[in-house]
């Protein structure tokens, strides 16, 4: 059976005594290099063998791997290994790899192609896992912003619950999918949840899941919540502050207690969770006014990352426009070479309300208006070409009462930090007049 391995073996391969005579060559070796085999064995192996060190191994006793042989104007890989008993060398055995180094450089490319592919796959898994976004994706150089990106490389291996605040637009769920990316549980679940987009008669099924039977309409054997979902990822709770206190309690004890109780059920669930909550809301405001658990808060204030608004990291504007005109290039087909300096002048000067995400709709909408190969000031909307020049540049009385109604819905969810319901009672305005002129002015809440 020995006999028939050896002989049958892909690769050549040779075995000397301690004196370098050969003693075994399988068919293979023996076609290869053009002898036959009863006619090497019993001969001195530098013989038989091109180039050989067969019998140097012998007398060192050292193994030389994956080592390139010259033999009949080839290059062979061959491993030279010898074979002790009480310390001593009683054979050496002779490996053939690759009869050409060319076969070595193929299985190199094929293994970087597969290298390639795989790096690939994981791309499209993290996708479909929910993560799109890395630190690479959050443009500017500024210190703040380094600070902030530098506090997420450091939380991010952890299991501690982030609290991500910031004004709307800065970048948050950014900063959430690169923790997630960084951490440990990368290959887990990326799950986001919305609080703000749930209706309240909703939210605790949507969270915590349900039992079949739970309530008229529930599907059958029930449905999984986000948190379960989630296991052994993370969950991303972004605008947290519009949760109602009934369901801050229950989440409170998910972050206490490690599991769910889904509606109906008679047995709760353990989830292996890590919490990303977000909020454009000062919680803290909130806790003073009874409005958002004290408990609640500090479970989730255990490391805080504080996203600097745009006005605060001009610094970064040059860079993120560059960035958003080849992204928009991209996506809407209307290419220019950049912006110029009047223009720049007026972006950077801004005070940016609505921060990163209004900057990306200015230049969108700069795109379809301008005529030439770079963005000019007038090809910015009026506030914002306005926002540094002293210049009253020429506008339609439409366009200024646009202007005066986009300020004023933008001042009054500052003041009542992102409340809508609050912002439209200062308006005195109706609920669906305020969303009707905040998708007609463009508007990002």
């Not at 709307?168 to 887990?188: D, Q, V, Y």
């Not at 405001?285 to 609640?296: A, G, T």
């Not at 040059?318 to 009047?342: C, K, M, N, T």
């Not at 005066?404 to 933008?410: P, Q």
Request: glycine share 8%.
């Amino acid at each position: 059976m020995i006999e028939a391995a050896f002989e049958s073996a892909y690769e050549g391969i040779i075995i000397t005594d301690p004196r370098g005579y050969v003693r075994m060559l399988n068919d293979t070796y023996a076609e290869f290099l053009k002898v036959k085999v009863e006619d090497a064995i019993g001969r001195h192996v530098t013989e038989v063998v091109e180039n050989t060190r067969m019998h140097i191994v012998a007398k060192t006793g050292k193994a030389e791997l994956a080592r390139v042989q010259k033999i009949r104007d080839g290059n062979m890989v061959v491993h030279r290994i010898p074979i002790l008993k009480e310390g001593k060398v009683v054979a050496v055995v002779g490996k053939v790899l690759f009869q050409d180094v060319r076969e070595l450089h193929a299985l190199s490319a094929r293994v970087l192609q597969l290298q390639e592919e795989l790096e690939y796959y994981k791309g499209e898994l993290i996708k479909h896992l929910g993560v799109r976004y890395g630190l690479e994706d959050i443009i500017g150089c500024s210190p703040k912003l380094k600070e902030v990106k530098a506090m997420a490389r450091r939380v991010a291996p952890s299991d501690s619950t982030v609290f991500i605040s910031g004004e709307s637009g800065t970048g948050k769920e950014l900063f959430a999918h690169s923790i997630h990316r960084m951490s440990r549980r990368s290959s887990g679940p990326f799950i986001k949840v919305n609080c703000a987009a749930i209706p309240e008669t909703l939210i605790e099924s949507v969270l915590f899941g349900y039992a079949e039977g739970a309530f008229t309409g529930a599907a059958k054997g029930g449905r999984k919540g986000k948190f379960e979902m989630a296991h052994r990822g993370t969950i991303f709770l972004d605008e947290i502050g519009e949760l109602p206190l009934t369901m801050q309690a229950k989440l409170l004890r998910v972050l206490q207690e490690k599991e769910v109780e889904p509606v109906g059920a008679v047995h709760p669930v353990k989830v292996d969770v890590r919490i990303v909550a977000a909020s454009n809301r000062d919680l803290r405001k909130m806790v003073r006014d009874n409005r958002f658990r004290e408990d609640l808060y500090y479970r989730l204030n255990v490391v805080t990352l504080s996203i600097p608004p745009l006005q605060e990291r001009p610094e970064d504007i040059p860079e993120l426009v560059g960035h958003f005109l080849e992204e928009l290039g991209r996506e809407v087909g209307i290419h220019v070479a950049g912006v110029e300096p009047d223009a720049m002048e007026a972006l950077v000067g801004y005070r940016w309300p609505g921060n990163v995400r209004e900057l990306k709709n200015v230049l969108e909408q700069a795109l379809h208006l301008t005529e030439g190969d770079r963005i000019r000031q007038e090809d910015l909307p009026v506030h914002v070409a306005r926002g540094k020049s002293r210049v009253r540049l020429p506008f339609t009385l439409k366009e200024a009462v646009e202007d005066a109604e986009r300020e004023a819905i933008l001042q009054a969810l500052k003041v009542h930090a992102g409340n809508r319901e609050r912002a439209i009672h200062m308006l005195g305005i109706s609920r669906s007049g305020f969303y009707h002129k905040v998708k007609k002015l463009g508007i990002d809440l």
